[in-house]
T-cell receptor, first 110, second 113 residues
Framework: RKEVEQDPGPFNVPEGATVAFNCTYS??????FFWYRQDCRKEPKLLMS???SGNEDGRFTAQLNRASQYISLLIRDSKLSDSATYLC???????????FGSGTRLSIRP | DGGITQSPKYLFRKEGQNVTLSCEQN?????MYWYRQDPGQGLRLIYY???????QKGDIAEGYSVSREKKESFPLTVTSAQKNPTAFYLC????????????FGPGTRLTVT
C-alpha cells in the first residue's frame, strides 16, 4: 500500500461546478500537509498548506482529518484555468520523509 | 526576483555518458532537493541536502551523485550506472526540513538514447 494515495482521476467537470478530492495517508506520525498544483509538463507549485483547523483561499478550501488520515481539497465555481493535476504532499518534518501522491487530474470543460 | 533556476530545460544524451543538471536558488534556503518524475507518476526523491557540504540519499539515489559546495547550488549528475535515466528532473528548495513548503525550479527533461 502506498504511503500517500490519491484517486488519479481524471475528474471531468463543467465550468462553475464544485469538485472535491481526497488524499489518504497511512502514517499517523505525519505532521505537515500541502496541496500542490502541476500543469502539464511544468513544475509543481504550492497551492496551499493544510492546517488542522482547515483553511480557505478564495475558491479553494483544504481540510485535514487526522482521525481518518486524509486531507481534502474543495474547489468551488471551477474555472477552465483550474485544469491541472493536483498533488497531495505529506511530510514527517524530515527531508527524507516528504511523500508526494501521484496526483489527481482535473479537467474543466466549458 | 527570487527563485530557482534549472538548466538546461531539455537535454539529450547518448547512453553511457554522464550528464550534470544545474540547480541554483537565490531564496536563501538551507534545504535543497532533487526529484525525478516519470509520466503519470508522483515525484520520487533522489537526494537532498539540508546544509552546505552535506547531503543524504533519497529513495532512488542509485546511479546519481550530487554536491553542495555552495548554499545556492545543488548540481545533480546522472551517471551511466543509472539504468533508466530518461525522465523529468525537478530541483526544489525550502527554508529547512520537510515541515516547510518547497519551491520548485522549472525542471530539466532528460532524454537518453
Amino acid at each position: 500500500r502506498k504511503e500517500v494515495e490519491q484517486d488519479p482521476g481524471p475528474f471531468n467537470v463543467p465550468e462553475g461546478a464544485t469538485v472535491a478530492f481526497n488524499c489518504t495517508y497511512s502514517n499517523s506520525a505525519s505532521q505537515s500537509f500541502f496541496w500542490y498544483r502541476q500543469d502539464c509538463r511544468k513544475e509543481p507549485k504550492l497551492l496551499m498548506s493544510v492546517y488542522s483547523s482547515g483553511n480557505e483561499d478564495g475558491r479553494f478550501t483544504a481540510q485535514l482529518n487526522r482521525a481518518s488520515q486524509y486531507i481534502s481539497l474543495l474547489i468551488r465555481d471551477s474555472k477552465l484555468s483550474d485544469s491541472a493535476t493536483y498533488l497531495c504532499v505529506v511530510s514527517r518534518s524530515s527531508a527524507s520523509k516528504i511523500i508526494f501522491g501521484s496526483g489527481t487530474r482535473l479537467s474543466i470543460r466549458p | 526576483d527570487g527563485g530557482i533556476t534549472q538548466s538546461p530545460k531539455y537535454l539529450f544524451r547518448k547512453e553511457g555518458q554522464n550528464v550534470t543538471l544545474s540547480c541554483e536558488q537565490n531564496l536563501n534556503h538551507d534545504a535543497m532537493y532533487w526529484y525525478r518524475q516519470d509520466p503519470g507518476q508522483g515525484l520520487r526523491l533522489i537526494y537532498y541536502s539540508q546544509i552546505v557540504n552535506d547531503f543524504q540519499k533519497g529513495d532512488i539515489a542509485e546511479g546519481y551523485s550530487v554536491s553542495r559546495e555552495k548554499k545556492e547550488s545543488f548540481p545533480l549528475t546522472v551517471t551511466s550506472a543509472q539504468k533508466n535515466p530518461t525522465a523529468f528532473y525537478l530541483c526544489a528548495s525550502s527554508i529547512t526540513d520537510g515541515a516547510y513548503e518547497q519551491y520548485f525550479g522549472p525542471g530539466t527533461r532528460l532524454t537518453v538514447t
